[in-house]
Nanobody
């Protein structure tokens, strides 16, 4: 059982930066693949990026070059650094965890409650 809590959301200007954190229950954190998703009003939830225990990661084309996922296994925390933010990045951002090491599989087992990111024009 994994519990996830996101933090760091807020209101930023277009072109600005924001860093999100996701704190996880820590017993076997380093064994989990961690991901970030987002969902804007009226749209389906979208995969953003994911990272596995080794540090290998994959990122959606929509944010590649602007967003960076990282993790600190000692702190049981995964991060999402968001740069050059655009209004279309506005969404609720969720972190998620899974045992599977397959980065390309977007099916996750555990989900946080989400944190709101709003990017103004």
């Amino acid at each position: 059982q994994v519990h996830l809590v996101e933090s760091g959301g807020g209101l930023v200007q277009a072109g600005g930066s924001l860093s999100l954190s996701c704190a996880a229950s820590g017993r076997s954190f380093s064994s989990y693949t961690m991901g970030w998703f987002r969902q804007a009003p009226g749209k389906e939830r979208e995969f953003v990026t994911a990272i596995k225990w080794s540090g290998s990661s994959t990122t959606s084309d929509s944010v590649k070059g602007r967003f960076t996922i990282s993790r600190d296994n000692a702190k049981n925390t995964v991060y999402l650094q968001m740069n050059s933010l655009k209004p279309e990045d506005t969404a609720v951002y969720y972190c998620a965890a899974k045992i599977s090491p397959v980065l390309g599989d977007v099916r996750y087992d555990y989900w946080g409650q989400g944190t709101q990111v709003t990017v103004s024009s």
